[in-house]
């Protein structure tokens, strides 16, 4: 909802001024990922739903790495979106998508582990429970639902702490 849009916009301008005002790289990176992400999901949710174009301006946020035009550009052509380190995340279906964007967040503050002080231990906490709670919820949906065992392990998200 728009509500929500404007309430995660907010939440990652706050969380890009209090990197800057720090000058932590880490966390900067960290967030804007993170909006790509949000508006990789958004792209690829208007295609497969085949929105409107302005369906998906309305639900692009600031601060990422990629311009929202970038995008808007490409909506027409989704092929046409070519954003290297972003590639192989534009050809998933919407499962594999979704997991994908966990996964490629999870290598990306990988590196996290291994400092002691600072925001990265703190950033890596939050991120694995975050993972460990869809990989519980995953779980309780597969076993509700009657899913095979092997259908249920390939949606699980990779672990923070490997």
């Known amino acids: 909802t728009n509500v929500n849009y404007c309430l995660e916009q907010l939440f990652f301008d706050a969380l890009c001024a209090v990197a800057e005002k720090y000058k932590n790289d880490f966390l900067l990176d960290f967030v804007k990922k993170q909006i790509d992400m949000k508006n990789l999901s958004s792209f690829h949710r208007s295609i497969k739903q085949?929105?409107?174009?302005?369906?998906?301006?309305?639900?692009?946020?600031?601060?990422?790495?990629?311009?929202g035009e970038t995008f808007l550009d490409a909506f027409a052509n989704p092929d046409s979106l070519k954003i290297p380190q972003y590639k192989k995340l534009l050809t998933l279906t919407k499962i594999d998508f979704e997991k994908s964007i966990d996964d490629f967040i999870t290598e990306c503050i990988a590196d996290a582990k291994h400092i002691s002080f600072g925001?990265?231990?703190?950033?890596?906490?939050?991120?694995?429970?975050?993972?460990?709670?869809?990989?519980?919820?995953?779980?309780?949906?597969?076993?509700?639902?009657?899913?095979?065992k092997e259908e249920v392990f390939n949606n699980l998200r990779t672990p923070y702490v490997q």
């Open 50 to 67: 085949k929105k409107g174009k302005d369906f998906l301006e309305k639900y692009l946020l600031t601060g990422g790495y990629i311009s």
């Open 119 to 148: 925001i990265e231990p703190i950033v890596g906490y939050i991120w694995a429970k975050e993972i460990e709670m869809k990989n519980i919820r995953i779980i309780l949906y597969g076993k509700i639902y009657n899913f095979e």
